[in-house]
């Protein structure tokens, strides 16, 4: 799968509204590439998590970026493809650790992306059955003690 270096999120706020930004490279290997000009698509995927303390794990996704494909060519060398992505979400939206009983943003919210890629366009990694020959069984079937067991 495409390696994704440098992530960076950033944000500017107008109002109630905030603009959320990632910036990142995504490198494509020679393979990739190859199977992308046989009909394979990379798309992106980029959801926002609250984090309950800072350096803690990811909790609940409080928005997501629209998910998009990326253009991936065929060539000899790895492709470095430069994203630079923007939403606009309202910031109640963003408190990912409100109180019922604290006003809001008395607890600063903490946040970050996870950014990911998808690969559609591949045939399924189950193969179809393979069906061998009809046999028919004959004779009475017996429901009896001792059916069903071989000698």
Known sequence: MPIINTP???KSQVGNSVTLTVKYNVVFTVFERHLAALGL?????????GVDDPGA?????VASFPSRFIAV???????TIARNVSIVVPRGQLDEDGSPI??????????QCGIRY?????????TQDALTNQIVLGGLVSTGAGAGTSG
């Open 102 to 111: 604290l006003p809001p943003d008395f607890i600063p919210d903490q946040i």
């Open 41 to 49: 698509k990379f798309r992106e995927r980029i959801d926002v998590f």
């Open 57 to 61: 794990t990811t909790s609940a996704v």
């Open 73 to 79: 060519t065929d060539g000899a060398a790895p492709q």
């Open 8 to 10: 960076e999120l950033t």
């Open 118 to 126: 998808e690969s559609v366009g591949l045939p399924l990694a189950v």
